[in-house]
């Protein structure tokens, strides 16, 4: 990865978490309900920006948008967006390294960078 994707992938990752957060929050609580129209925007347009940063390693679903005039449910859209955190982590966990001193760093092109990361999921 460049350093210009190291950054592109860091506001998806943070746009998607967010997106994450509150499509299983509102799927928990009414995951038949319908997702506003607003929001479905919203979380088409984070998904795509998700597709083409993770180009290959996006999720393989036939999912392409969601319909704005047939709403998906809270558990539809907690369901895909899953997906997509997932793929998202496996990147991230591919391009990072955890340097002596214990702190996690963005590989950028082939080097380790000063560019700080967050652990992986299931490391500390």
């Known amino acids: 990865m460049t350093a210009e994707e190291v950054e592109q992938f860091r506001k998806m990752a943070a746009q998607l978490e967010a997106l994450h957060q509150e499509a299983t929050a509102a799927s928990k609580k009414q995951p038949d309900k319908p997702v506003s129209k607003f929001k479905v925007e919203l979380a088409n347009s984070v998904l795509e920006t998700a597709k083409q940063v993770l180009g290959t390693s996006a999720p393989t679903l036939s999912f392409e948008r969601f319909d704005t005039d047939d709403l998906p449910s809270n558990s539809d859209v907690s369901f895909v967006v899953s997906q997509f955190v997932e793929c ?13 001193n214990g702190v996690w760093y963005w590989v950028v092109d082939n080097a380790t960078s000063d560019i700080v990361a967050v652990a992986p999921k299931g490391v500390r």
């Open 88 to 100: 998202a982590e496996k990147v991230k966990a591919q391009n990072i390294k955890r340097h002596f």
